[in-house]
């Protein structure tokens, strides 16, 4: 059965660090096929970070503070945020798409405030 399930989600303080894990199990995973996905509150889900084949994106609000990066043995894609600013609250989701499928995490919150 095709599973990802975030972890590292939580509350923290303006200009805190936080590093969002999504561990995949059933699924081919590619270190290609990795992203991350946010949704604030009102507001449309939007990408974060992605890491294909074609590339590295990184969403222009958050470029500088955010990274995403793979690990193909332990089935694990990172995104590690700093510099956290109140605008970045919202659901984390991770996201992997071989090509053919797609699947989703069931989300994790981030809460930035002081």
């Known amino acids: 059965q095709a599973q990802l399930v975030e972890s590292g989600g939580g509350s923290v303080e303006p200009g805190g660090s936080l590093t969002l894990s999504c561990t995949a199990s059933?699924?081919?995973?590619?270190?290609?096929?990795v992203a991350w996905y946010r949704q604030a509150p009102g507001k449309e889900r939007e990408l974060v970070a992605s890491k294909r084949y074609s590339g590295t994106t990184i969403a222009a609000s958050v470029k500088g503070r955010f990274s995403i990066s793979a690990d193909g043995f332990k089935y694990t894609t990172y995104l590690q945020m700093n510099n956290l600013k109140p605008e970045d609250t919202a659901v984390y989701y991770c996201?992997?798409?071989?090509?053919?499928?797609?699947?989703w995490g069931q989300g994790t919150q981030v809460t930035v405030s002081s």
């Open positions: 059933g699924i081919m995973f590619s270190i290609y096929g």
């Open positions: 996201n992997h798409y071989d090509g053919a499928n797609e699947y």
